[in-house]
């Protein structure tokens, strides 16, 4: 967060502009519509950058189950970093391709890619991610005050996570321990049986 | 106290009342009952009852008019309350824009956690289990309710309906008899609160369930059950016993039916022999009509379609894996489940019907002179005859096992028929045996597949 860069709002109100073909469904196999490494390739060329084929392989999803979400992520990242103002600052490969697949890889474990734009604080999380990783912080704001503000809506992040998969754990014991009761093992009248 | 109490009559028949008491001791203690080895019940309190009674008028009154490329109305808000409902889809995010771009599931995925595609919403204390054999190598522990297993009745009624039956069974008359035969079969009797307790029994045909083998038609006799369901196994053992009631009507599911075995049972009970194709993580799905040239589908709410390898929809008349979304086991909302089960779907006529259903995955088999032929051609090819069961195998060699439950004298026939398809000079092996533990693989092969390797 060396360098200061735009207003935050600019690049929220660009996130939330976000055009549908940067939020349909990317292509991994057969499904879906957006070849996300052309996306991503056509991000480097605006950059001055050359995107080679081997440093496109990790945009090209095999698993719908595993990649999906990666990729739409990537997708939203590849938007904001093609905004005039980091176009004007022309980042290279090596700079980039490590937002739009590490950085994608961390915010799609713990978020759905949906909810940075329906969610205000998931909005700024990636605005703000977006800016650290390319060393850059929110004008008007001091590397401390970036950092400590960031810091803060992962930890929110984090721990809702964390929340969310020890419910998820709780119930899904719940469920299996239900399902194991004798009462459950009886089952229950039906007119056929497979 | 006990964590996990053992369930009392009140659980399992929370309405009883004393005619529907009188007629479980009947169903135990007569004179010619069979060994009862379980016990269970309906579980349905009075206002599930009236639920399951609403349900199977809905479902009467409901059509099945969706067809080619227009899925039904209730897909699209289905598909979203289950991505926000259920664990597995909710992890994925937000549904696909496009239905087809949603990943497919099969038992495999069902069969590593089951936890993760119940519902948050559906409340855990009443849950019962339906669990199911592992053929496939995946065996099944699903979670279910006893409102979801009363409702399978709703889809009995809607087939028999096609063949003009209405069930009148009620206070006091035994409903449906689940016969089995197997070496170990779960076997009970309760009562159907839905049809004014009229009575049900589970019974296994196996001689060491029964005091006296000459008890079982006997029983059957007594009980006058308006219905009998079963599967191709135990009615070929049906066949074998003296018994002289006429059930209105037969339900067979669990595998397949061949319109021979069909043929007789209609002839010795004098009543319609439906073929239902039926699972425990979708419930009845289809009866088999011939008029209608398939098996019917019955779900008013079950959205099916075909579906190649690469989860693409195959067009009406295509062959693919059938492929359910939908379903009425709230605890279990299907999205593009892969059943393992392959026909094509027609919809020249007023409901769309799936065409040459088979079980499991096409395998081909190479005749005498090279060429390769579907197991499918194999089937019809056995129509005609009473088989129950059977199994084919070829081996590494070419050699072709067959081995079925029919009678010995069929032996000759079936050479013959095997000859025809798959070349003079084949290495054939015809065998007779008794299949008493429920499902198989019915066609195998150690030959590599030149359309698949």
Redesign the interface.
Known sequence: MTHEGPPLETLLHRLAETPAEFLDEPKIGSKGRVHVDSVVADLLRLHGAAPTPSEMAAFTGKDASRDRNRLAVTLLLTWLAADEWFIKHRFNAATLLPLLEGTARELAEQTVAGAFLTDPDRSEEITRITLARLDFRPEGESSAQAQDRLTSLSATERARVIAAARAAELRARAIREALAKKAAEESADKYTRE | MDA????TDL??YPTLTPAGQRLLSFLKEHPHAPIYR???????LPEEVTRVRSFESEVAAAAIDWRAGEPPRWLEEFTASTYADV?HY?????P???F??I?SISRADLSR????F?P?SVP??R????R?SGTSGHPL?L????VV??S??AF?KRALRRHGITLLAGAGEV??V?I?HQKKCFTYV?V?PTMNEAG?A?INLHPDDWRDPEDRAKYLDDLKAE?Y?GDPISFAELLTLPVTWRPRAL?S??MTLLPGLRQRLEERFQCPVLD?Y???EAG?IAVADPAAGGHVLLQPRMYVEILDE???PLPPGERGEVTLTGGFNFCLPLLRYRTGDHAALDFSGPEPVLVGLQGRPPVRYRTTSGSWINNIEITHALRPLALPQWTVHQAADGTVTFRHAGMDSLNTQLRQILQSILGDGQRLHVEQQAFLDGKVIQYTSDLADPATT
């Open positions: 996990d109490p053992q369930p659980d399992r379980n016990e269970s019940g309906n579980r349905l664990p909710r992890r994925q995010g937000t696909p824009a496009r087809e771009d990943l956690d089951i936890a993760s119940v948050d855990v204390e849950m019962i289990n339906f199911t522990l979670a279910s309710h006893p297993a009363a399978y009745l009995h409903g449906v689940l089995g309760s159907t049900l589970k219905v369901t339900l599911t669990s239902l039926s699972m425990n009845p690469e989860d693409r």
